[in-house]
Each structure stands twice: as structure tokens, then as C-alpha cells.
């Protein structure tokens, strides 16, 4: 779709330093605005941060590892405040030494030892079912991941029964440990291993450091360029106060805000275009076009109802006459010394009566002819002797000729008084308003005194809710997208020239909202 006609092209930087420190902000604004995606979305994929593994199924324990991908969560947990869980974190050391003792020990039967450590092993598992420490970092749905896999595992319809049997000295005694451990290590400890502690601060929130980082690497480099902004629009615009040229950085205020960092996505984007490194018109003409499709019928509704009303409402006003009295020159108030009512009609009248009146002199014989032959119908030629061909012949013949002579003689009367009026004469003038006054003066008159005020005023409020009634209706969001594509295609083909050539703007210089020299 064409570019608005509102959207004007920022002016260019003036010098190769300001060009690069206008792509190094709007990179650093990119790499800002990745920094607050992965801010937002860590806490819901923490769990894929500390594993590092990806499950296609989410019903199947398959695991896809991604072990190129470096742990950071020992980095960036302290930014969001994250800590072990006390629970957890002593479930996983107990079964540490239950593996060491299970995987020491002599094969065959289970030492009073392991019998020990498998029995407090179950009781902290029947624990974490009871008390359910995945609360705190709300991801309850782990636990129930971890009841389902020790169901599955012992085919038992407890959680709590299932983890008994899983760690008797009887299973252990029928199933190898490696191969349970194996159950163990890769299906239910890690699942245990992502429940965490989060600390709250004094106004209750969850702990969070990231404005801190946030406001020392970037919103500080983007105050700097908004003042550098400001004082080069202020360079441009003398006049322009220090506030109005803050004023037109609007776009960058989420850039500074604290909260709704995701509106960031928009500055970003326009810093991109607006230093050349991207082009956003395609997307930018998408978004118009289906607002205009949107709103276009809404709005002209509006609009058109509107200005009907307002007809409306001056038709049917008592003050009309005087309204139209008041179109007289010496009661209208203009700018200037230039009357264009009679600067129109000098410019009409020589236009009308020299060049377009003697081209219409055939027609104008023929109508004032078939006239003239009515009007002599019978007063040449008496009605006892129309029989007769050769007198007929002779009356439309004298018909023509004086239709001939008339229309001779008044165009070469209008011709004469067009070249009259193309002249400049202030005597001329003075008579054109003269008559002009007065012709709006015996109008008022003539409405005021007569029916018609009432008659006219009704007819053309009649006609003006007749329009509403079937114009308006036959408005639609399908002739609205009609008239883009007609929009497209003239602006294309404006764009190519007369030649095919292609004349579109320099995407280097986009539009910008925020900025420019309206």
C-alpha cells in the first residue's frame, strides 16, 4: 500500500559519526530488546535452561539433550532471586548415598545399611507427595509428572505406594540397581532437581535485579541518544523549546520505562528502519492497509453523516436568507483586497463568451430556428394555406435567416463584451460586484417574501436524507478494499513513471513517527 501522505522521510544524518552512532544504538536497542525476550521468558523455561534437554512428546519421557548449550542458570538465577529448595536439595544428597551405598555394597542381599537408606529414601519421597515443594516455583505440574512415572514404573495406583515398592529391599533384590538407577537418574531426579526457592522483597514481590543491568547497559545509552536526538532537531529548529523537542521522541519513551518492556519491540524496530539496516515498509503498508479496510467505512460514515447533518441544519435554519445576504462584498470579511467572485466571473466570462459561445453557434441557429418557425407558425402563413410545400419552404427559410442574424449578432455581442471583461478596468469591476451584490440581495429578497423558503428548504432536506438513506447503505468493507487495490496499483504505477522507472523512496530514509520537521 502507498506510504500515508502525512508520513514525511526524516532528514539524514548530517555526518558519517552521527550515521554511526545511530546504527550502533539501534543494534544495541536489538540487542536490548533480546535481552528482555530472554528476561520474560526465563522464568517459564527455566527448566529447559537448567536441563537442557527438549521433549517432542510431552506424554513420552523422550528426551532430545542439548549439551552444546552452556548451563546458565548458576549466572542468572541470583539476578531473579532463585535459590534451592531446602526440601529438594536434601532429597537429592540422600539419594546420593543411597546410590553410593547401592553401588558399593556387595551384590545379593540388602545390607541393614541399604535397608536404612532405602527406608528414608521412601519416607522423603512420601514427604515431597505430602507437602509438595513444586508450589513455591509454580510448577505444580512436575510433581504430577513424577507421581504418573513412579505409577507407571511399579503399576500401582499410588504415588506414595508406588515409591515403596520402587525402594523395598524386595525390588531392589529382583531388579538391578543400574537399571533402576537408570529409572531414577533420568526420569524423576531431574524433574525433582527444578523446584526452587524465590525470594520476595519488600514490596512483596518476587526478587528481581534485571533493572538494575538494564539500566546501567542500556537505558543509559538510550537517554544519551535521546538528548543527542533532541539537540540535533533542536539544531535543525532553532525556535523548537527543549520540552516540544523531548516531545517528539514519543516513540522512544518504552525504551525508559521499567514496566512493559515488551513495548520496546516498537522503538527498536523504528531505530532499525530509520538507520538503514532494515526496511519494515512492507510490513508497515500490511498493517495500514488493514486498518484503512477497518476503519475507512466507519470513519466516512461518520464524516458524511456528519457534514449531511450540518446542511441539513443550515437549510432548515430561519437565518438562511440572511446567510445568503451575507455573501454581499461589503458584509464578508477577507484576508485580502482581491474579490474572487469577480475575479472568477473576469476570468469565465471571456472564457465562456469567446471561445466556448462561438462553437455552439450551430446548435444555438437550430434551437432559436425551430423557435422562431413555432412563434411564425401562423402569422406568415395562414392555417388554409399550410397545404401548400413551397410556402412552408419559404417560412422556414425566413425562420433560419433571422435565427442566423440573432444568433450573429449575439455572439458577436458576447465576443465584444468577453473581450470586454478580460480587460482589466475598475469601472468593470465596480459594476460585476455591483451586480453580483445585487443579485444576492433580490435572492434573500425573493426567498423572504414568497413560499418558496419553505418549499426549497424541504425539498433539499428531503433530498439530503434520500442520499443518507441509499448512498450510505450501499457502502461496504468489499468496496473499501477495492479502492486500496485501485490505490495500489496508481501508486505503482506513479512510482515506475511514464518510462518503467522506479522512483520509490530511499528505504535508508524511512518515515518516522516520532521525529521529523512537519
Same mark, same amino acid.
Request: net charge positive; charged share 25%; proline share 7%.
Given at each position: 500500500m502507498?506510504r500515508?501522505?502525512?508520513?514525511q522521510?526524516l532528514a539524514?544524518p548530517?555526518?558519517r559519526?552521527?550515521?554511526r552512532?545511530d546504527r550502533?544504538?539501534a543494534l544495541w536497542?536489538?540487542?536490548n =530488546?533480546l535481552?528482555?525476550?530472554?528476561d ?7 527448566t529447559?535452561w ?5 521433549y517432542?512428546?510431552p506424554s513420552v519421557?523422550l ?5 552444546f ?6 549466572w542468572v538465577?541470583?539476578i531473579?532471586?532463585?535459590?534451592p529448595?531446602r526440601?529438594?536439595?536434601a532429597y537429592?544428597? %540422600?539419594?546420593?548415598?543411597l546410590? $553410593?551405598?547401592l553401588g ?5 542381599a540388602?545390607?541393614?545399611m541399604q535397608r ?6 521412601a519416607?522423603l519421597?512420601?514427604e515431597?507427595?505430602?507437602s509438595n515443594?513444586m508450589? $513455591?516455583?509454580?510448577?505444580s505440574?512436575t510433581?504430577?509428572?513424577?507421581k504418573?512415572?513412579l505409577r ?8 506414595k505406594?508406588?515409591?515403596a515398592?520402587?525402594?523395598s ?5 529382583a531388579?538391578?540397581?543400574? %537399571?533402576e538407577?537408570l529409572f531414577?537418574?533420568?526420569?524423576v531426579?531431574?524433574?525433582v532437581a527444578?523446584t526452587?526457592w ?19 547497559l542500556f537505558?543509559s545509552?538510550?537517554?544519551l541518544?535521546?538528548l543527542?536526538?533532541?539537540?540535533r ?11 516540544r523537542a ?7 519513551l518504552?525504551?525508559?520505562l521499567?514496566f ?10 523504528e531505530?532499525?528502519?530509520t538507520?538503514g539496516?532494515i526496511?519494515?515498509?512492507?510490513l508497515?503498508a ?7 479496510a ?5 470513519l466516512?460514515e461518520?464524516?458524511a453523516?456528519?457534514?449531511i447533518?450540518?446542511?441539513?441544519q443550515?437549510i432548515?435554519?430561519?437565518r438562511?436568507?440572511m446567510?445568503?445576504? $451575507?455573501l454581499?462584498?461589503?458584509?464578508m ?6 474579490r474572487?467572485?469577480?475575479?472568477l ?10 471561445r466556448?459561445?462561438p462553437?455552439?453557434?450551430?446548435e444555438?441557429q ?8 413555432q ?6 402563413v395562414?392555417?388554409? =394555406?399550410? %397545404? ?7 417560412e422556414k427559410?425566413l425562420s433560419?435567416?433571422?435565427?442566423g ?5 449575439l455572439l ?5 463584451t468577453g ?7 475598475d %469601472?468593470q ?7 453580483i ?6 435572492l434573500?429578497d ?7 423558503l ?6 433539499l432536506c428531503t433530498? =439530503?436524507?434520500?442520499f ?5 447503505s450501499?457502502?461496504s468493507r468489499a468496496?473499501i478494499e477495492g479502492?486500496?487495490e485501485?490505490?495500489d496499483?496508481i501508486?505503482?504505477?506513479? $512510482?515506475q513513471g511514464p518510462?518503467?522507472?522506479n522512483?520509490?523512496?530511499d528505504p535508508?530514509?524511512p518515515?518516522?513517527?516520532?521525529d521529523?520537521?512537519r
Amino acid at each position: 500500500m502507498a506510504r500515508p501522505r502525512w508520513h514525511q522521510s526524516l532528514a539524514a544524518p548530517s555526518s558519517r559519526l552521527e550515521r554511526r552512532w545511530d546504527r550502533f544504538v539501534a543494534l544495541w536497542a536489538a540487542l536490548n =530488546l533480546l535481552w528482555v525476550a530472554f528476561d520474560i521468558s526465563y522464568i517459564p523455561l527455566r527448566t529447559f535452561w537448567l536441563q537442557r534437554n527438549l521433549y517432542p512428546l510431552p506424554s513420552v519421557p523422550l528426551a532430545v539433550p542439548l549439551t552444546f548449550i552452556p548451563d546458565i542458570t548458576p549466572w542468572v538465577d541470583p539476578i531473579k532471586g532463585i535459590e534451592p529448595h531446602r526440601e529438594t536439595q536434601a532429597y537429592l544428597r %540422600q539419594f546420593d548415598r543411597l546410590d $553410593a551405598a547401592l553401588g558399593q555394597g556387595p551384590t545379593g542381599a540388602v545390607t541393614p545399611m541399604q535397608r536404612q537408606l532405602l527406608a528414608e529414601q521412601a519416607r522423603l519421597t512420601a514427604e515431597m507427595i505430602d507437602s509438595n515443594p513444586m508450589l $513455591a516455583s509454580g510448577t505444580s505440574g512436575t510433581l504430577e509428572k513424577i507421581k504418573n512415572r513412579l505409577r507407571q514404573r511399579a503399576d500401582r495406583d499410588s504415588a506414595k505406594q508406588a515409591a515403596a515398592v520402587l525402594l523395598s529391599p524386595e525390588w531392589i533384590d529382583a531388579h538391578p540397581w543400574p %537399571q533402576e538407577r537408570l529409572f531414577w537418574r533420568q526420569q524423576v531426579l531431574p524433574l525433582v532437581a527444578t523446584t526452587y526457592w524465590r525470594s520476595i522483597d519488600e514490596n512483596g514481590r518476587p526478587t528481581d535485579h534485571f533493572w538494575r543491568y538494564d539500566l546501567l547497559l542500556f537505558q543509559s545509552v538510550f537517554a544519551l541518544d535521546i538528548l543527542l536526538r533532541a539537540i540535533r532537531l533542536r539544531r535543525r529548529l532553532p525556535g523548537l523549546s527543549w520540552g516540544r523537542a523531548l516531545l517528539r521522541r514519543w516513540i522512544d519513551l518504552p525504551l525508559l520505562l521499567p514496566f512493559w518492556r515488551w513495548l520496546r519491540v516498537v522503538p527498536v524496530l523504528e531505530r532499525l528502519h530509520t538507520s538503514g539496516l532494515i526496511s519494515i515498509e512492507p510490513l508497515r503498508a500490511v498493517i495500514s492497509r488493514a486498518v484503512v479496510a477497518l476503519l475507512a467505512v466507519e470513519l466516512f460514515e461518520v464524516l458524511a453523516l456528519q457534514l449531511i447533518d450540518g446542511l441539513q441544519q443550515l437549510i432548515r435554519s430561519r437565518r438562511w436568507p440572511m446567510r445568503i445576504r $451575507a455573501l454581499r462584498s461589503h458584509q464578508m470579511v477577507v484576508s485580502n483586497d482581491e474579490r474572487e467572485l469577480v475575479e472568477l466571473v473576469r476570468i469565465w466570462g471571456p472564457l465562456l463568451l469567446v471561445r466556448v459561445a462561438p462553437r455552439l453557434a450551430p446548435e444555438l441557429q437550430g434551437v432559436l430556428g425551430h423557435a422562431l418557425q413555432q412563434s411564425l407558425q401562423n402569422a406568415i402563413v395562414p392555417p388554409g =394555406l399550410r %397545404q401548400l410545400q413551397p410556402l412552408l419552404q419559404v417560412e422556414k427559410g425566413l425562420s433560419r435567416q433571422l435565427a442566423g442574424g440573432m444568433v450573429d449578432s449575439l455572439l458577436d455581442l458576447t465576443r465584444t463584451t468577453g473581450e470586454r471583461l478580460s480587460r482589466r478596468d475598475d %469601472q468593470q469591476l465596480e459594476l460585476l460586484q455591483r451586480f453580483i451584490d445585487r443579485f444576492w440581495e433580490e435572492l434573500a429578497d425573493a426567498l423572504e417574501s414568497g413560499p418558496a423558503l419553505e418549499r426549497s428548504q424541504q425539498l433539499l432536506c428531503t433530498f =439530503l436524507e434520500e442520499f443518507k438513506g441509499n448512498y450510505l447503505s450501499q457502502i461496504s468493507r468489499a468496496g473499501i478494499e477495492g479502492l486500496i487495490e485501485e490505490l495500489d496499483q496508481i501508486m505503482v504505477k506513479g $512510482a515506475q513513471g511514464p518510462e518503467g522507472r522506479n522512483d520509490s523512496p530511499d528505504p535508508a530514509a524511512p518515515p518516522s513517527p516520532g521525529d521529523g520537521t512537519r
